[in-house]
DNA sequence: CGTCTGATTAGG
DNA sequence: CTAATCAGACGA
């Protein structure tokens, strides 16, 4: 995709970006996933953003950089969440990408899940949550702040989305943004075997 | 400095 | 249900 496409309000870039194919250039091989699941970071008003209140820090300052670059952070330790910025500059606001449909790179992307290959019924597993999607997808903290219209790891066009396809609900594992706990800022494709698996807590929350 | 904790996952 | 596992964030 363009600059243009990622210069948008950044709720509507989320339902946008689903449908998205993104694709990740390596020298072990070229993987790709269409995108079926993400969350919307509003910013310094949003308690579950890292910008929340106008924090900026190492970790998060490129959030406050232009739309249609990579945000990449660690999470408890081992797993790193990968989002696109959006918003303008000194906007830091941002889409989380939580779930992929693979559809390119399968053998790699089950060599770096798992360390073997495996059979095509956990194939479900590969790209179906944030931290997992970025091992099948070999993105690291080296990808942060990469352009992903130009580099090796890029949105491309994917496939045609209606509106009547995407659901809305709550955020995912946010128990500390009070308020903002309940804001309906996650997008996924509706009946997609590919979205993430939902905590028990949230499973009554649909709309 | 010391302490707490998380935009998660796998395993029992 | 919980452990894993550590950098970021923040208070002293």
């Known amino acids: 995709m363009d600059t243009a496409f990622f ?18 250039e390596t020298p072990e091989g070229k993987t790709a996933g269409l995108i079926v ?24 300052k490129m959030m406050y950089d232009r739309p249609g670059l990579a945000y990449i952070f660690r999470i408890y330790g081992m797993h790193l969440c990968f989002n696109i910025v959006s918003g ?7 889409v989380l990408v939580r779930a992929l449909e693979p559809i390119e790179g ?14 095509k019924a956990n194939m479900v597993n590969l790209t179906n949550g944030p931290g997992k999607l970025s091992q099948a997808m070999g993105i690291t903290m080296s990808e942060y702040g990469l352009d992903l219209c130009t580099s090796r790891l890029r949105v491309e066009e994917g ?5 009547q396809e995407i659901a809305t609900g709550p955020r995912i594992n946010i128990d500390y943004a009070e308020e903002a706990i309940h804001f309906p800022w996650r997008f996924w494709m509706k009946d997609n075997p590919y979205v993430s698996k939902v905590p028990k807590r949230y499973r009554l929350d649909h709309m």
């Open 88 to 94: 303008p500059v000194n906007k830091p606001e941002a």
């Open 106 to 119: 399968i053998p790699l992307m089950t060599i770096r899940r798992t360390g073997k290959q495996q059979t």
């Open 7 to 24: 210069h948008t309000p950044t709720l509507l870039l989320a339902k946008k970006l689903l449908g998205k194919k993104l694709v990740h």
């Open 159 to 163: 496939i045609s989305i209606d509106e």
């Open 37 to 60: 699941e993400v969350e919307a970071y509003m910013g310094p008003e949003d308690k579950a953003a890292h910008s929340y209140g106008g924090r900026k820090t190492e970790r998060t």
